[in-house]
C-alpha cells in the first residue's frame, strides 16, 4: 500500500518507471549492511571526502557491533530507475517523500538508508550482486521500514524558517 502511494510522486518530464525491490529476509539485509561496510572501508582507504564520517560509522559497526547501517530494519527497499543521472535519483527522493508521510497512517516507520544508498548509487558490485539488480537498471534509493518503537508526543524542534522575500 505505501508503494502504491510512492508511485504517484512526480517525477522528472513524466519519466515514471519506478521499480521497487523489497527485501525482508534478516539473512539478507544483513549481508547488505555488511557489503556496504565493506564499502566504506574501501572508501576510507581510497581517502575519499567522506573518510572521516565513515571511520566513525565503521568503528560503531564493527567494533560496538551496532546496526547504524541499516538500524535492524526488518525491511529495506531499494528504488530502481533506468538511468543513474540526476533525474533518477530525484524520482526517488520524490518517491520516499510519498512513501514516509503515509507510511505512518498504517502504522509503519520508515527512514532513508543514507549509507545504504550511497553505496547503491555509487554501483558497488558486491551490493549490486546481493540484491540481483536486472540489466539496464540503477540502485537510485533505499529505504528502511519497520513498526516504530516509539511514539512521539510532539515533533522534533525544527530551526527558524529562514526566507528572503524579495
Ligand atoms: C538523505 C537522507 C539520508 C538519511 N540517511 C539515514 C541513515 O543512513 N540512517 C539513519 O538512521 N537515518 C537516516 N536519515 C534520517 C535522518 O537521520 C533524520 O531525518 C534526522 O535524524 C532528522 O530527524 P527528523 O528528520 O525526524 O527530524 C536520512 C535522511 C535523509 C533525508
Not at 9 to 24: D, E, F, H, K
Not at 49 to 67: C, H, I, S, T, W
Not at 133 to 139: A, G, T
Amino acid at each position: 500500500r505505501m508503494l502504491d502511494v510512492a508511485r504517484y510522486a512526480p517525477t522528472a518530464g513524466n519519466s515514471q518507471g519506478m521499480y521497487y525491490i523489497v527485501i525482508r529476509d534478516k539473512e539478507q539485509i544483513r549481508a547488505i549492511a555488511d557489503a556496504v561496510a565493506n564499502w566504506m572501508e574501501a572508501e576510507v582507504a581510497a581517502g575519499t571526502e567522506n573518510k572521516r564520517y565513515f571511520q566513525v560509522v565503521l568503528r560503531a559497526y564493527r567494533e560496538r557491533g551496532q546496526d547504524i547501517i541499516a538500524r535492524n530494519a526488518p525491511c529495506l527497499i531499494f528504488a530502481l530507475a533506468r538511468r543513474l543521472n540526476i533525474t533518477g535519483v530525484s524520482n526517488a527522493e520524490q518517491s520516499w517523500a510519498y512513501a514516509e508521510l503515509f507510511a505512518p497512517t498504517i502504522g509503519l516507520g520508515t527512514t532513508i538508508a543514507g549509507f545504504i544508498q550511497s553505496c547503491g548509487i555509487a554501483g558497488y558490485q558486491p551490493l549490486l550482486d546481493l540484491i540481483a539488480v536486472p540489466p539496464k537498471h540503477k540502485i537510485v534509493g533505499t529505504l528502511m521500514v519497520g513498526y516504530p518503537k516509539y511514539k512521539y508526543q510532539r515533533m522534533p524542534e525544527r530551526q527558524h524558517l529562514k526566507v528572503d522575500f524579495r
